[in-house]
């Protein structure tokens, strides 16, 4: 994409940094999320990824619990391309959650967390969901309840994983927290032949619309396709 020329001599900054993004990236390589993170962790594995007032996780600690997460839901029988249904609020292990499914070979299914049961089943059944990863509870709304309710719905949704947000629920099933620490030296070899194979022109996600005007669609993107906007937006905003 063209680089746009600084509007002001202030701006100059602004143009070698943009200049900098795009020399970083001789020739584009597709990759999938997962490797692409997987390269920055390779150069910053010591500098903190996520950050929030209770704790701090760096880039290698990201790729270390994404890994143990994905070797967890392989060990559960998560198979490359199946669809892992992602119903998360603004939490570290959304991050980590997204990323290893990317690193399974699988497709994640992100779900906006304020759908209640009837749109909630409605997407997971639509989108052909195996597996669901989400919130025991969300500033006090029920999602056990909610799932509980609709479970009859979903006849090709084999397993729920919760993340534990209420400390006082008591949450059915599995925590992500179990998941990770159920991998086997099984699912790990398996994890590691699916990563050497993984393409990044392969399906990364299916995104519902809003349903305004019908219900709501699922539109399908790649790992490429994400990685591209994401590296456009880095050159128009000069991210260093």
């Avoid at 597709?30 to 997987?38: H, K, S």
């Avoid at 790729?63 to 939490?91: C, D, F, K, T």
């Avoid at 709304?141 to 909610?146: E, L, R, S, T």
């Avoid at 050497?196 to 022109?201: P, R, T």
Wanted: with cysteine; glycine share 6%.
């Amino acid at each position: 994409m063209p680089i746009p020329s600084p509007e002001a001599p202030g701006d100059a900054s602004i143009a070698a940094r943009r200049a900098a993004i795009v020399a970083s990236v001789p020739f584009w390589q597709p990759l999938t999320i997962a490797q692409a993170f997987d390269a920055a962790a390779a150069r910053y594995p010591a500098r903190p990824f996520i950050i929030t007032d209770a704790q701090s996780w760096t880039y290698a600690e990201v790729v270390e619990w994404s890994r143990q997460l994905a070797a967890g839901l392989i060990a559960h029988g998560l198979r490359p391309g199946e669809h892992v249904a992602l119903v998360m609020a603004n939490y570290p292990a959304f991050v980590a959650a997204k990323l290893a499914i990317a690193r399974a070979g699988a497709v994640c299914v992100p779900i906006n967390f304020l759908l209640r049961s009837r749109e909630l089943a409605y997407i997971l059944d639509q989108s052909d969901s195996v597996m669901l990863i989400t919130m025991d509870g969300f500033r006090g709304h029920d999602y056990v309840a909610d799932l509980a309710g609709i479970a009859g719905d979903l006849p090709k949704l084999r397993q729920t994983f919760f993340y534990r947000v209420e400390a006082a629920s008591a949450a059915p099933g599995l925590t992500l927290d179990d998941v990770c620490a159920n991998g086997t030296p099984d699912s790990r070899t398996q994890l590691a032949a699916i990563e050497a194979a993984a393409d990044g022109l392969s399906l990364s996600d299916i995104i519902y619309t809003s349903g305004t005007t019908g219900r709501p669609k699922g539109v399908m993107l790649t790992h490429d396709m994400i990685l591209r906007s994401a590296f456009s937006s880095a050159v128009v905003c000069a991210f260093e």
